[in-house]
């Protein structure tokens, strides 16, 4: 009752003088209540620092015991990934080789029909079809992995198998063009929104010149977007790199070195995945190949993210 | 005077070249509208005939005809609500601290480039991560808590970037209005700027949500186990996810069970439809009340 008499007399119209503006800022502001409140929810803050803290710990304690079997010479050298034959070898190029050769398809379907959709959603579409078109767009993102996995297997492997003959079940071609289906919305999306971030006024200037549409796209807007253009492709090949359930389900299990893309392949995450669906004990070398395995995907599109990020900072135009 | 002839502009050709390649642009964006509709009808087609009653209240079974997506259902429906619990709150606070305590230095910085990067992580990475931490370290086994707090760490990001947008379209004014009238920090959060941006909060959470109800690899990370006959009971228990079962009959050579995995795509598709439009009416609804 006091204490609501004291609150209604300092905050109420009646104030009798002016009340010592820092001791209400004290008792409002620093009260330890407020406090509470602030270093709570600092804390949650701190626990997406922690995330990132404890993959890196995860993959480098546990790929420790990895590289302490397995020299890591080896590792980044050889040519040959044996984990379940009797003379074991555990060299990362097959892995590396089937997630290229995976995300090369990929960005060879993504990158034309991803910055084509995005110039055309960007430029050439009416305010209504734009409406449509660029949620129908984000429709496949949403589409969860393993649909566009059963979808390469079941569907794009045998109505493929006709066309290109020697075409195995499980291939690098249908994962790849699956992969790269998946990732249109990513480069459209983030593309679009580079070209629409270019002045209208440099459009309009080009017009005036007599220049056509086409020419204002190729050589005005697409130009003035190139930096988020690029860095779209960048994302979107890093996403593709890390994607699992596509490749895990259509691409195989044969850790290969080839570029042959209607063979079977292994991808980086499909080791991982596999081992995991295999049941390996816990100790053994099979299953600390998993967090070097994970250490490099980890690494890579690390790398990736930053690159994409660098390019939008650094070759930013600034209009 | 200069010879207008000379100068040829050449019109008939660059008009053309214009045509052709806006063409190729449409063409393109359509490309994408047709593979997507060329999977849904596949697997309508494919999964329609095993669609069916029993198909939602069965359990798995080596059987085709006997197969069904009951326990998936139920581990996918407890997996979703766990995650909720834990990941919501992290990403609401998270996002409330930088956006209305956090001082813009370095520090700021720093958890927000952390943030976009964690975004980009692959989701198999971070199955690694509760692989070691959750179900080794912490000794939670392959159980449903295990798999949640996985895909609580997953969906943070996201929860945390739509927060954060939500609370930076709240308009200035309302904040100072209400400091004006002698409210405190916490007082203006909660009165104010979490019922405004309710909504906005609402739509990125069901669309973080949807994207955790469909990823498979983190949980087959932590073993999440394919063939699961019995209802968890608790969150100590092995489970198993409707992404998993669907993995699961993929995988298998025989037609039977990639005809039950199609079933079970379109229920999954139509649990993600159903989510997805609850966000857009969402949005649409409370736009009109928003402030300006």
Redesign the interface.
């Given at each position: 009752m006091e204490v609501a008499e004291a609150q209604h007399a300092a905050?109420g119209p009646h104030l009798q003088g002016a009340q010592p503006s820092d001791e209400?800022a004290r008792n409002?502001?620093r009260?330890p209540?407020?406090l509470l409140?602030?270093y709570?929810?600092?804390f949650?803050?701190l626990?997406?620092?922690l995330?990132?803290l404890?993959?890196a710990a995860?993959?480098l304690f546990?790929s420790a015991n990895f590289f302490a079997e397995v020299s890591i010479i080896d590792f980044l050298t050889q040519t040959e990934w044996t984990p379940q034959f009797s003379e074991k070898s555990y060299g990362i190029w097959p892995l590396l080789s089937g997630t290229m050769l995976v995300t090369v398809i990929a960005a060879l379907v993504a990158i034309?029909?991803g910055l084509?959709?995005a110039?055309?959603?960007a430029e050439?579409?009416p305010d209504g079809a734009r409406r449509v078109?660029k949620p129908?767009?984000e429709?496949?993102a949403?589409?969860?992995?393993?649909?566009?996995?059963?979808?390469a297997?079941?569907?794009v492997t045998p109505t493929l198998q006709p066309i290109i003959p020697g075409l195995k079940i499980y291939n690098a071609l249908s994962a790849g063009l699956v992969v790269g289906?998946m990732i249109?919305?990513m480069v459209?999306s983030l593309s679009e929104d580079a070209i629409r971030a270019v002045p209208r006024s440099l459009a309009e200037g080009a017009y005036a010149l007599?220049a056509?549409?086409?020419?204002v796209v190729l050589h005005v807007l697409v130009p003035g977007a190139i930096s988020g253009i690029m860095a779209s492709f960048i994302?979107a090949l890093?996403?593709a790199?890390?994607?699992?359930?596509i490749v895990?389900?259509a691409a195989g299990a044969t850790a290969k070195l080839t570029a042959d893309p209607t063979d079977s392949i292994m991808t980086m995450?499909a080791y991982?995945?596999n081992v995991?669906?295999g049941?390996t004990p816990?100790g053994t070398i099979v299953y600390y190949s998993?967090?070097a395995v994970?250490l490099v995907?980890?690494l890579i599109?690390?790398a990736m993210?930053?690159l994409a990020?660098a390019i939008i900072h650094r070759y930013q135009e600034r209009y | 005077m200069a010879d207008a002839s000379r100068f040829d502009?050449r019109?008939t050709h660059?008009?053309r070249?214009?045509i052709v390649?806006?063409a190729?642009?449409?063409l393109?964006?359509i490309?994408?509208?047709v593979?997507?509709i060329?999977?849904l009808v596949?697997?309508v087609v494919?999964g329609s005939p095993w669609l069916s009653l029993d198909f939602i209240s069965n359990y798995p079974s080596r059987i085709p005809e006997r197969a069904g997506i009951k326990s998936a259902i139920v581990g996918s429906l407890w997996m979703i609500g766990l995650t909720a619990v834990v990941s919501v709150?992290?990403g609401v606070?998270?996002a409330?601290?930088?956006e209305e305590?956090?001082p813009r230095g370095w520090i700021f910085k720093?958890?927000q480039?952390?943030?976009?990067?964690?975004a980009?992580?692959?989701?198999?990475?971070?199955?690694?991560?509760g692989?070691?931490?959750f179900v080794?370290f912490f000794a939670l086994g392959r159980s449903l808590l295990a798999g949640a707090f996985t895909m609580a760490?997953l969906i943070?990001?996201i929860i945390?970037i739509a927060s954060q947008e939500a609370f930076r379209a709240v308009p200035q004014g309302i904040r100072e209005s209400a400091f004006a009238?002698?409210a405190?920090?916490?007082q203006v959060i909660w009165s104010h700027l979490l019922p405004i941006s309710a909504p906005s909060i609402m739509t990125g959470i069901i669309l973080a949500l949807?994207?955790a109800?469909?990823?498979?690899?983190p949980l087959?990370?932590i073993?999440a186990l394919t063939f699961i006959a019995f209802l968890p009971g608790s969150v100590m228990d092995p489970f198993t996810v409707l992404?998993i079962q669907?993995?699961n009959w993929?995988?298998r050579p025989q037609p039977e069970f990639?005809g039950l995995?199609?079933a079970g795509?379109v229920v999954?598709?139509i649990v993600?439809f159903l989510m997805?439009l609850s966000a857009i009416l969402l949005r649409n609804y409370f736009e009109r009340f928003r402030p300006r």
């Open positions: 905050g209400l409002v502001y009260s209540r407020e409140i602030e709570a929810l600092g949650c803050a626990i997406s620092i995330t990132t404890g993959i995860v993959l546990e034309p029909i084509m959709s110039i055309f959603i050439y579409a078109l129908g767009l429709l496949l949403g589409i969860p992995t393993v649909v566009y996995g059963y979808f297997l079941t569907f289906v249109v919305p459209a007599g056509t549409k086409i020419e994302l890093s996403r790199i890390g994607e699992t359930m895990t389900l995450t991982i995945v995991s669906l049941d816990q998993i967090f994970g995907l980890f599109t690390l993210n930053f990020n | 502009e019109l660059r008009r070249k214009g390649l806006g190729v642009f449409f393109a964006t490309f994408g509208l593979v997507l060329t999977l596949d697997v494919q709150p992290l606070a998270s409330i601290y930088l305590y956090a720093i958890i480039i952390n943030i976009n990067n964690l980009g992580v692959p989701s198999v990475i971070y199955g690694i991560l692989l070691a931490l080794r760490l943070l990001p945390i009238l002698g405190t920090r916490w949807s994207r109800i469909g990823e498979t690899a087959i990370m073993g992404p669907i993995f993929t995988a990639q995995a199609a795509i999954l598709l993600l997805n």
